[in-house]
């Protein structure tokens, strides 16, 4: 094996080291094996690294379809791993003390499967990797690597999203690592490591991500930057031209270079022994020389990125590596046993893992009760009792409905994790004596000292960052956390593909999503959400939910506690909304409700969330009959039996229905007839005058409906129609 | 005043400069009025700088609403770009050569009114200024500059934003002037300047726009970083810490350091100055360092951000100055004169600059005349023509369509600027000789040397700030540029943000976004939309469209560039699809259209894009009587008459409508009774396996639509039921 080639950047501030490296890699007691040091057989790791290269050009061939380029290119990283450096348990993959890794490069899935295969995890059988882009509607080895999966803990592919759930892994450590662990009882002390490829880097929200796991000193989190320079359209440098370990060192991270990362095992492994020393006061960022499709034909282009080598090429790779050019899916024995020991290594973790937990248990018997609960991912199943059973009667937006409600349970319970997109005073939900993470020797020009304790989150002005580290504390361990991000509504379109992923995961996270129609107001257009609603209810997996009041807001916050199906959305408002006194924290739960029934009714009105308030007006300002249904959450609705739906909204009766909302109609023909809804984006005008403007005024509002009322009963009104009543728009 | 305090960061390589550079303001021949030099009365830009503050905080107070802070630390800088910087004509807000300005942190924007007053332009009376946050629905003074107004290029506000635009103008500029200028003939040769907050630098958008930026030596651009070190939250370093000068310069960015931006104009001016400098070789970042709310009580905090100071702070303001503390709303005389000058200086630039393209045509007659096409926003009214009548009958993917139908326009109008998020091999969109859009002195590792000439944009894996680049060149004049952007349809979700601001500025942007369904295959749920039409669907001005095969693509591309009240996205297919032989491109100008009409039928089919050959097989197997439906847009649908909305649903001649597509149903309640639509996110198989796994399978469609019809008929179904009829579902 060649010398160690670890090489620091001439900007890096921190001592250099080099071959010495070699002889302290990894911690001794996590040793598994012959350290990859100079005793090592230099030929069993090249044969390791040709069985892998030959294995995934192979199974990208077997149906010719896949990514094999930057999979044979990190081979090398991929022996560092998962034989030296991660401390994992591939029989107890869900290990709660495990080393958390994410594939951020996630087309490259075939690296991960193989090494899975490799490492002997259960489930990743041999017949079970042979099935990557089969036919197979139960191949564990989708084109991107997928949470369902052992070994992988989020599932990865939109990019940059595995780099910025992975600073949520590495947070979550670090909470929890200050909160449980006492002297001689490092309960948790796992790392995150984490792979990205070139498109990570320019992916804003990689950036986001890299700016503040800097700024965070978390120094638990080490980047594997597979550096190829290659992409789809070519070399990197088409289109970036940054120098890259001079942005990471302003972004607060150390840097280190390991120049072949092609072949030189040896280094990666010192470049993951620096990761894990834990006297580091930064993240470390790996920049790791490689050659997308390496000893291919295709060697360092970007025609090996997402196409199969092609037969020819394979069998040419073959030929120069001196196997046999007819064998198709070789392991050599010697590489299978190569890593023959990762099973019970893995295993010897664990029980040392649980001996200390028992003896943390005996010296610290609470605190160990109540990391256990952790571990479980159980709150107190009466935790609601500490939600109020009554709400001030004056008017209040439900924005600040939210601290009424949370206030006492985000202080008592752990599992919370609040954060914000720098929108604290807008979203009221901090509590007393709340504390901020933050790394404890940051001292800010404002605001109060924090420490990795904290479990206020003051995400910046970064939203879509804050979704995907959500994401990542939620899937750190099942119920550990309870993560809450916030910001306005309409910001929640640059965190949406981190929401999605969250949905697509089934992760519970809750959004608050405050400011959520043109009832915003002077702030205008720009700020004001007409559409989106229609991205969020069209979302499988999604709890969007708009509560009326503070009582609504109550039974918001409890259902989104208690779902764990996957992510739910409180959309709540800035403006002053009346409590009507009809509304229900039980009927919330169900998505619609009757508010109020009548005898014979012509008509019902819908209301929702910030403006059910005028569905109840215009009922009693009516000259006809109006009963009034609010209907909160389309997803909560749809969970309902069909006649539950049906005695709510009695359509089947021959009653119309007319919606009063002031997003876009988009989904509302669902559920009603007619509706005022917007038709146009909205507009700046200080929010007591622009329900007015948009003609959501009682008095309008009245004469359309008994009109549509009355053109509904003559036959005029076709059938199937949705009417639109609402005339009014502007930009 | 002060003596310029302008300071080279000690990470910039280039010279030094200082006192020295305030002999040299500006260029000679745009020099307004004195410079800001030795000369000039300090007692002068006081009396300015105390009026602005003033006026600002009188403005949020009189309605108690606004954002006063950043507007008042601002006011240096104002007079430096309004009476110093910018070559601009207020009374012609138009003119093509104007520099362009924006204000991406945009909430600012009393910052943007004020100084518009000062520079009259004329819009902007003493009424309208006051007008900030009244009720008047016609004020020019949104919460966000809004790009109606005069002097506003792009509506900003959503953070980030604005220095994306702003990478989009100097690109518009630099192409502008390698296609046009000759020696001699600088036509087009204005300069862009953004200013950001710390907002811009943290958002992942502004990150994406720096770095591309900066790769594209971009000397047309100058960024203003209004460094306040204030977010709502309270001190920026409370969430970041990272050395933002080392980062630009990371990036590929000159960095100017100005200590006192709150007073020193001369050191703003000497930056601006370097700014325009056309020897530089990268774009140029001032750091400015500036005090939010300074004069006040509340200078430096965060509750000066976006609330009003307070009458009484306002007034200890006044007295502190030495002004009337009664006096609201006063602008002294000397202030208005010191600003006078400025229309006339703007109409002499005006002036000149006709002069130069009147003897510019003289000289290059041919290269004019296309000049002043694009000037005036002309392409060829035939431009279609070059789109073949027919397509190849055997099956084709919709996305290679896209170059069957625009590789010759895009070769022949120079309008359109072709750019790709790193997807050049899936979206087809490349001509004959196309060149690319880089420095001319850029030698990329692999594919060809650009030029700034090049019409095809590179936009990395940076799908976010392309959509905003895209909105900023459609923005630069109107006609002027067609851009196109192209992705995965799935990250059209990271670029929504922009697209939506596109949409609310009606800013004619073509996106084109492949892979638009589970029939993407084995990429998997992570890149298959099933819910994101549904925003593209609900968002005003946009239009949406699935053409079904190259027919339809050809009718898609043609309305798209014919439409210019906002942004179209076309969404086409990774697969083949078959060529049916009864689609139309003119059907598809009406969003929908009976592609097989049947006598006494008893059902509708709707097929759309992708998959509308699943309706024309299904109808033929059915044993009951089918119509054929093409439905590829919504948004084109829905500006037909109601009489031919009907003519094409005859839903109200009581047949019942079924849609055939693989998204979630939201929306098609309008227009069909029910649908085989995806109830869950997708799924990773290949596309040969994934409709028949999720059910889109036409056996399996034929019993269940003759079912529900017959149901229909019987009446067992409900009125205003929606039927699901697809069953299989994922993750």
């Keep these: 094996m060649a010398t160690a080639d670890v090489q620091t950047n001439g900007h890096v501030k921190s001592s250099k080291y080099g071959d010495n490296m070699v002889n302290g890699l990894l911690h001794k007691e996590q040793k598994p094996s012959a350290p990859a040091g100079k005793n090592t057989d230099k030929d069993e790791i090249q044969l390791v690294l040709q069985s892998f290269r030959l294995l995934i050009a192979d199974l990208c061939q077997q149906f010719n379809m896949g990514h094999p380029g930057s999979a044979i290119g990190m081979a090398a990283l991929g022996v560092a791993l998962w034989k030296y450096g991660m401390k994992y348990a591939p029989h107890t993959p869900t290990w709660f003390n495990r080393d958390r890794f994410l594939l951020s490069n996630g087309h490259a899935c075939l690296f991960q499967y193989a090494n899975h295969y490799l490492a002997n995890y259960k489930s990743m059988t041999w017949e079970q990797l042979l099935s990557y882009h089969s036919e197979r509607p ?129 280094a990666i492994v010192a470049a993951l022994e620096k990761g894990r020393d834990t006297s580091r006061t930064k993240p470390l960022f790996v920049n790791i020389r490689s050659i997308i499709g390496v000893g291919s034909a295709v060697a360092g282009k970007a025609v090996s990125h997402g196409a199969p080598l092609g037969t020819q090429n394979i069998a040419d790779m073959k030929k120069a590596y001196g196997w046999d050019t007819e064998k198709k899916f070789y392991l050599p024995d010697q590489v299978k046993d190569f890593y023959k020991d990762i099973p019970a290594r893995g295993e010897k973790w664990v029980s040392q893992w649980h001996e200390l937990v028992n003896k943390y248990k005996q010296a610290h018997p609470d605190l160990a009760a109540e990391f256990q609960a952790r571990v479980e991912g159980r709150i107190p199943s009466d935790w ?149 609603a229609a991205l969020y209810r069209a979302m499988p997996n999604m709890h969007y939910i708009r509560p009326a009041d503070s009582e609504e807001v109550a039974g918001a916050w409890e259902v989104s506690v208690n779902y764990k199906q996957g992510p739910s959305m409180i959309s709540v408002s800035r403006q002053t909304l009346p409590q009507t006194g009809i509304t229900s924290r039980e009927g919330l739960k169900k998505g619609a409700y009757v508010a109020k029934e009548v005898q014979d009714a012509d008509v019902t009105l819908i209301g929702v969330g910030a403006e059910f308030h005028f569905a109840v007006k215009l009922a009693e300002k009516l000259g006809i009959k109006a009963r009034v249904v609010s209907f909160p959450s389309y997803a909560l609705f749809r969970e309902q039996s069909k006649e539950y739906q049906r005695s709510v909204l009695r359509r089947n009766e021959g009653i119309p229905s007319v919606v009063i909302e002031p997003y876009v109609s988009l989904g509302w023909e669902r559920y009603a007839d007619a509706g005022f809804n917007m038709r146009s984006f909205g507009h700046s005008l200080p929010g007591k005058y622009i329900y007015d403007y948009f003609g959501f005024n009682i008095d309008s509002m009245k004469r359309k409906t008994e009109t549509f009322v009355s053109d509904w009963k003559n036959g005029s009104i076709g059938r199937g129609e949705y009417t639109e009543l609402i005339d009014g728009s502007a930009h």
Tied chains: 1, 2.
């Design 384 to 532: 609601a009792k500490s939600i109020p059973p009554s709400f001030p009667t004056e008017d209040t937006p439900t924005r600040k409905a939210n601290n009424y409600v949370m206030k006492e349970a985000f202080g008592d319970i752990k599992a919370f994790m609040v954060g914000t997109a720098d929108l604290t005073p807008s979203v009221n939900m901090t509590w007393k004596n709340y504390e901020i993470f933050n790394p404890p020797d940051l001292k800010p020009t404002s605001g109060s000292v924090g420490s990795y304790k904290g479990r206020y989150i003051h995400y910046g002005i970064r939203e879509h960052v804050m979704g995907a580290i959500a994401n990542g504390l939620a899937a750190y361990n099942p119920g550990t956390f309870i993560p809450i991000t916030s910001s306005f509504f309409m910001f929640y379109l640059y965190a949406a593909p981190a929401v999605r992923m969250g949905a697509l995961q089934r992760l519970p996270v809750i959004h608050v999503a405050t400011h959520d129609s043109i009832g915003g107001g002077e702030d205008g257009p720009t700020h004001q959400p007409v559409e989106l």
């Design 138 to 266: 139960d191949s564990l080895c989708p084109g991107h690597p997928e949470i369902e999966h052992e070994g992988v803990e989020l599932t990865t592919g939109p990019l940059g999203q595995g780099i910025a759930n992975a600073v949520g892994l590495a947070i979550a450590t670090k909470n929890l690592a200050a909160t449980y662990n006492r002297p001689g009882f490092d309960v948790v002390n796992n790392h995150t490591w984490c792979i990205v490829g070139d498109a990570c880097l320019q992916e804003g929200l990689g950036c986001e991500a890299f700016s503040y796991a800097g700024h965070l000193k978390l120094t638990n989190l080490t980047v594997l930057y597979d550096n190829n320079q290659i992409s789809c359209d070519g070399s990197v440098d088409l289109t970036n031209t940054e120098d890259v370990n001079m942005k990471m060192e302003a972004c607060g991270w150390e840097v280190l270079d390991v120049m072949d990362g092609v072949n030189d095992v040896e």
